[in-house]
């Protein structure tokens, strides 16, 4: 066994976290396509799908960190063949120890669960949808398309709980973190607005926004 193999399954594990969320995705199109023709007689099978995921992402997350903190802790001390032989042990140890502390009600605060709730919501909410097609076909100024930070049309579209502004994630998440690392706010890039204090917790994904976005690119290519 050495450090270099290690962090390859790491490398490794992480991809597959990709490929949850991923199905994630998939699985929420689809509760999604339910709620459209109102066909919920299987949002709770669904919805177990999503928490079961979400369970495994937060499984993966604490063994990878497990994983990292015993390594260190070799790296520090020795890479002596006992030492190394024990590292499993020490994993393995540490992760039951980990699982037992772990709450599956906290699932439901993982960021792909909330949305996919966000998202069955607004699809069994005629009225907002059909003001949200308004908005996008007409003016476009509350609900864009494109992302106020890379003005390019955003591909996970993020909405602000306190604001109601879209971003594109991964850039509204970039900017956070590199605010929050010169000890500063965050404050929303909309233009005018007056949100000061954007943190990750007011973000939630609105899929209905994603699928619509996708739906035009479609229709584009028509």
Known sequence: MSLSAVHGTLSSLRSCQNDIKTTMDIV???????????????????????????????????FVDIVQQVTSDVRVTSQE???????????????????SQLSD?????????????????????QERLEELDEDIAVTQSQVNFTCPLTTVEMVNPVKNKKCNHHYDEEAIVNLITNRHSQRKKCRCPVVGCANSDVKESDLVLDQVLRRRIQSQKRNSKM
């Open 28 to 62: 929420t199109d689809v509760a999604m396509d339910l709620a459209e023709t109102h066909g919920n007689d299987r949002f709770k099978e669904l919805q177990d799908t999503i928490l079961e995921c979400a369970k495994l992402d937060r499984d993966i997350n604490h």
């Open 81 to 99: 063949p006992e030492n190394m032989f024990s590292l499993s042990e020490d994993v393995k140890r540490q992760f039951e120890i980990k699982l």
């Open 105 to 125: 009600a906290e699932l439901h605060n993982h960021q792909k669960v909330i949305a996919f709730k966000y998202s069955i919501k607004n699809c069994q909410d």
